[in-house]
């Protein structure tokens, strides 16, 4: 569970100061505690932040492949040629600032104070009636660099909840799981590469719609969609006005008509935000007039990712890699954001402060978007205790039902699948992925039965399917059927099923088989691309190399579990037991303070790991 900090700045600016700062610190959305505080003049940050973002104009300017649209009146007299020097000053300032003693001894240290837990989950929400405080290095801020799952997210002082449809018809919205992909003006920049990250983080469990150079009409139509967005994303040249408001976007190439605004687009914006819109991505260079226009507009929009100051081409391409990566791992929206920034860090050299320019702006009344939300078409158990793997069962399908079949309906479904098949044997491949998603759609909603003969008839459909064989694994395993369990997953394994080649893996380490685990081991990292598939079989082979007392090695391959995914709890639980043999023990209560705060009471194994994990803890007198 993540803390909530609300940090009100009130009236003021850099030039006045902050004399009324608040700082609400909530947990489990109760308020605990509340401090008070102020932040003094700050002139010297607002000069620095000036020929910063100059610096990164006019760097962009110099570029050939930069996502934004600069428009120079005659000749600048802007020579900001060392912008690394310029960013360190406005980091050292900025740190400065927020070290002074009115706000650092009467917030950050009572917050340091209450929030011992620098591993805990804290969303700070920057609530300030100045968009010009949001375009701020807030990243260098002491507290947010301890807490690395701290996230800083840009927040108006007015809000309400934002009114949404919660069902239609009992079922959920059918923009749940659709995303709208706007490919605008791409001159000289490559948006191709934003789509194959989405294509392959998100293709395999979602609805995308790509819409290339719109018109303004044809970009306003999809947001009137009669079934609605849950994700908006936009990559293409846009810009903002020095104040950061007025945000415009280049949705096209063409001599007149190649702009919107947000006036522009909101209307139908506020009827997608009504039907499920949760997410607005703008991987384009000074959006965050967009999320200012937002504010000014009174459109309740729960999140929006935005790009606080120009930004070159391959940097926007490596955060939306990051990002979706993250999300795919089931990561909050807003540690999936942290950490897409943090993995920018490396680009620093080549384009200093290109890790603080992307920016989450949020409401705090939204709980929280997770990927795993969008996957109404993956099994019923996307999580596996054979490494917390995220399955891939059906491959880029083009429609994504958002309804579950009635029991008759379905049974008709079936037969006449089953008949197109006989008549139409080249069409096997496509109607087995059809039969697969409405028996993943009924095995979601307890229809069993249906399930079961959907997934059978998948695999008949199509006899090289490994997914329906693996789904029917998952689905035996439910009820308990282990010898049909069984059966199917090692249909899925002969199949390629690198996820079946896990599970298989981690059955045979339980039998005291380590070396046929070690070899099926071997073939899921032959062929699987997911990371979470990666990060289950290199934890599989840390925990044969434990039995082998291969302590050393263990760690190695836990390590890289971890870096895959680190908030599995089995390779935290195994890692803390390597790390206590090899007499590390304050590394191993690390370790353990992990385990324990991703593990599920539910699930037997993880329940085992929090007894243990309970009992150090308290051994070495933490809490």
Not at 25 to 41: D, F, H, R
């Amino acid at each position: 569970m993540s803390l909530t900090v609300v940090l009100a700045l009130g009236f003021g600016s850099l030039k006045d100061g902050f004399p009324h700062v608040t700082s609400e610190l909530k947990k489990q959305g109760e308020t605990v505690a509340q401090y008070l505080g102020s932040l003094l003049p700050a002139p010297e940050v607002e000069e620095l932040h000036k020929r910063w973002k100059a610096s990164c104009s006019v760097t962009q300017y110099n570029r050939s492949c930069s996502r934004i649209k600069i428009k120079f009146s005659g000749t600048t007299n802007i020579s900001e040629d060392k912008p690394d020097v310029i960013y360190q000053g406005l980091q050292a300032e900025m740190n400065r600032w927020l070290s002074a003693d009115e706000f650092y001894r009467k917030i950050e240290v009572q917050l340091r104070t209450e929030i011992s837990d620098r591993s805990q989950d804290i969303q700070i929400f920057l609530e300030c009636n100045n968009s010009l405080i949001w375009q701020l290095p807030w990243d260098a801020w002491q507290f947010r660099a301890d807490y690395r799952n701290c996230e800083i997210i840009g927040s108006s002082p007015e809000y309400k909840k934002v009114p949404q449809q919660a069902t239609t018809g009992g079922m959920p919205l059918p923009s749940r799981g659709r995303i709208l992909c706007v490919l605008g003006n791409s001159k000289g920049i490559d948006v191709g590469k934003d789509t194959k990250e989405i294509q392959k983080y998100l293709g395999d469990r979602c609805e995308l719609k790509f819409l290339k150079e719109p018109t303004s009409q044809q970009f306003r139509n999809q947001l009137f969609d009669e079934k609605g967005w849950q994700v908006l994303f936009y990559a293409g040249h846009s810009e903002s006005d020095n104040n950061a408001a007025n945000g415009l976007l280049y949705i096209n190439q063409e001599a007149q008509n190649n702009t919107v605004t947000l006036d522009d687009l909101k209307e139908g914006l506020k009827q997608a935000i009504f039907q499920g819109l949760q997410l607005l991505i703008f991987n384009s260079c000074s959006s965050l007039g967009i999320a200012a226009d937002l504010v000014t507009e009174g459109i309740s929009l729960p999140s929006v990712i935005v790009m606080r100051a120009p930004i070159p081409d391959f940097i926007a391409q490596e955060f939306v890699k990051s990002l979706f990566r993250y999300l795919a791992l089931k990561e909050p929206l807003f540690l999936a954001v942290r950490k897409a920034k943090d993995d920018l860090l490396r680009h620093e050299h080549q384009f200093p402060g290109a890790s603080g320019i992307p920016m989450l702006c949020q409401h705090p009344t939204f709980e929280g978007l997770k990927l795993l939300e969008l996957g109404g078409d993956r099994p019923i158990v996307p999580v596996v205790t054979a490494g917390d793997i995220l399955v891939n069962t059906i491959g880029n399908f083009p429609n994504n039902p958002s309804f579950v079949f009635p029991s008759n309906l379905s049974r008709c479904a079936a037969i006449g699948l089953a008949t197109t098949a006989i008549s139409y044997m080249l069409m096997g491949p496509i109607l087995a992925q059809f039969a697969n998603k409405i028996g993943i759609k009924n095995h979601q909603h307890g229809q069993l039965f249906i399930a079961e003969k959907c997934y059978q008839l998948a695999t008949l459909l199509n006899l090289n399917y490994a997914g329906s064989y693996y789904n029917l694994a998952k689905l035996y395993e439910s009820l308990n059927e282990q010898e049909y369990a069984e059966t199917a997953m090692k249909e899925a394994a002969r199949r390629g099923s690198p996820e079946a080649n896990a599970e298989i893996s981690r059955s045979l380490i339980l039998k005291n088989q380590p070396q046929e685990a070690l070899k099926f081991t071997a073939r899921c990292l032959e062929h699987t691309e997911y990371d979470g598939v990666k990060a289950a079989c290199f934890k599989n082979r840390a925990w044969v190399r434990l039995e082998q007392k291969q302590y050393d090695a263990a760690e190695v391959d836990l390590r890289i579990a971890i870096k895959f995914k680190d908030n599995s709890p089995e390779a935290q639980c195994l890692l803390a037991q390597v790390l206590e043999i090899q007499g590390k023990p304050q590394a191993a209560l690390e370790a353990w303070n992990k385990a324990l705060k991703y593990s599920d009471y539910r699930v037997p194994k993880q329940d085992e790991c929090i007894r243990i994990a309970q009992q150090r803890l308290q051994a070495k007198g933490n809490k």
